[in-house]
């Protein structure tokens, strides 16, 4: 079956306008991941959906960053008056259930550079 | 948070064992450690987790330190096709049930034919 898809691939933007990331799981999967790659740098973790419970969104790096689930499947990562230090490759995961005993399966990434 | 700390990089000979470390000092104890790799502009890809025991997959061996303060990933025998930025990841459960996911800075291994 397919895997996890994320859209745009690349995305260019001003610096301050507000960007919208999209992340499809892969079917079936409850759990769903969002993280952040800066050049050259290890993954941040951002936020972890789980079936229909609320995110913690303690790992989001400011309130200009949110994120929603719609009907456990579909994720947006919003970001608002984007900085330039927000420009790195954004990364979307989903797994099965409780990922003690699974996999996080990792989508291609949306490549966001702020002008 | 639990932190990780893994050598910026190594390099291993075709056919050899690939042995990539990793220190975790402050887990606690039912934080579990997780490898992933990461090949050039792809995704990451998961290799094998553990908790206290030692783990062995098709992949790799986990050999995990009994005071859980440092792990090892091992390849048995790395090829070229190994060549990536190895993440050691510990995660961490939180107050609202959920989990994060810490990931280390990494290790760049190269396989040198």
């Known amino acids: 079956g397919a895997g996890v898809s994320q859209s745009p691939s690349n995305k260019v933007t001003e610096k301050g306008k507000d960007v919208e990331l999209r992340c499809d799981p892969i079917?079936?999967?409850?759990?769903l991941y969002w993280y952040r790659q800066s050049l050259g740098q290890g993954l941040e973790f951002l936020i972890y959906f789980q079936g229909n419970s609320a995110p913690d969104k303690s790992g989001l790096p400011s309130d200009r960053f949110s994120a929603e689930r719609t009907g456990g499947s579909v994720s947006t990562l919003t970001i608002q008056r984007t900085q330039q230090e927000d420009s790195a490759v954004y990364l979307c995961a989903s797994s099965e259930r409780d990922p003690s005993y699974n996999e996080q399966f990792f989508g291609p990434g949306t490549r966001l550079t702020v002008l | 948070d639990a932190k990780t700390t893994q050598p910026t990089s190594m390099d291993c000979a075709e056919g050899r064992a690939a042995n990539l470390p990793c220190n975790h000092s402050?887990?606690?104890?039912?934080?579990?450690v997780y490898w992933y790799r990461q090949i050039h502009s792809q995704g990451p890809q998961y290799i094998i987790h553990g908790l206290k025991n030692n783990e062995t997959n098709e992949m790799a061996s986990l050999i995990i330190t009994e005071d859980r303060k440092s792990s090892t990933l091992i390849l048995p025998h790395a090829t070229l096709r190994d060549t990536a930025v190895y993440y050691c990841?510990?995660?961490?459960?939180?107050?609202?049930?959920?989990?994060?996911?810490?990931f280390g800075t990494g290790t760049r291994l190269k396989v040198l034919a």
């Open positions: 079917s079936g999967h409850t759990a």
């Open positions: 402050t887990i606690s104890g039912n934080e579990y």
């Open positions: 990841i510990v995660r961490v459960p939180m107050a609202s049930g959920t989990y994060k996911y810490i």
